[in-house]
């Protein structure tokens, strides 16, 4: 679990990167360039953590894109304290950002492996998300409901209505929509049954299965 000068400068690199693609929110660029991702990563792709790209992990699953990670987090606008639902755990790095900027974070993962895995992993970093659960992303937790802000981390073919439904009115969702290649898209809350869309281009990510534990 080594974090040596070179991963941090190679990390001071990647927030270089990010910021050219247009991420322009400070904290979130700030969490990029604190956040260990190399050890999030089979250690034979170390070398490659800090280039801007997607890399397979366990469980047929993979570590997003840090421009994507860096987009969606900037999208949610977390507020210190705000209740965040993360779908797909993955291997934790998205759910240390969060935890990074300050959000109490509710999150499922529905791969058993990955599940416990990340979820010893990421009390051994020092991140410490509110509740994290294995099952069923499309479902939500909503035990913990209303949420203020909801992110997805799977490419769903659309958006689960449970999901709509756990979302705080002023909340927001980011959720990549599509099959083979997704639209992000940010969903506001405006009333129990108004929402507004916005779509901000293509993603690529694994899909959200449905009912799949």
């Known amino acids: 679990m080594k974090d040596t000068y070179r991963h941090q400068g190679k990390r001071q690199q990647l927030v270089r990167t990010v910021k050219k693609k247009g991420i322009t929110d400070e904290k979130v660029l700030a969490a990029i360039g604190k956040i260990p991702r190399h ?16 890399f397979p992990i366990a469980a047929d699953q ?3 894109q840090p421009y994507t990670v ?3 987090s900037q999208l949610l606008e977390i507020k210190k ?3 965040v639902l993360e779908v797909g755990t993955g291997s934790g790095y998205q759910t240390a950002v969060l935890c990074d900027l300050g959000a109490k974070v509710y999150s499922i993962e529905r791969q058993r492996e ?8 990421l009390s ?9 659960s294995f099952g069923d992303g499309y479902k939500g937790i909503p035990e913990y409901a209303p949420y203020d802000k909801i ?20 909340g927001r969702l980011v959720i990549p ?18 929402f507004d869309k916005k779509e901000f281009g293509a993603f690529r990510f694994v899909p959200l299965l449905e009912d799949k534990n």
């Open 177 to 194: 929509v599509g099959v083979e290649v997704q639209t992000m898209t940010l969903f506001v809350r405006k009333s129990a049954k108004e």
């Open 70 to 72: 860096a987009f969606q």
């Open 151 to 170: 992110i997805v981390t799977a490419g769903a073919p659309e958006v689960p209505k449970d999901l709509l439904s756990q979302l705080k009115v002023g």
């Open 124 to 132: 051994k970093l020092g991140y410490r998300p509110k509740y994290l």
């Open 62 to 64: 993979t570590i997003s």
């Open 114 to 121: 990955l599940y416990k895995k990340t979820k010893s992993f």
């Open 81 to 83: 304290g705000d209740k």
């Open 39 to 54: 050890l999030f990563m089979d250690s034979s792709f170390e070398d490659h953590a800090y280039q801007d790209k997607a």
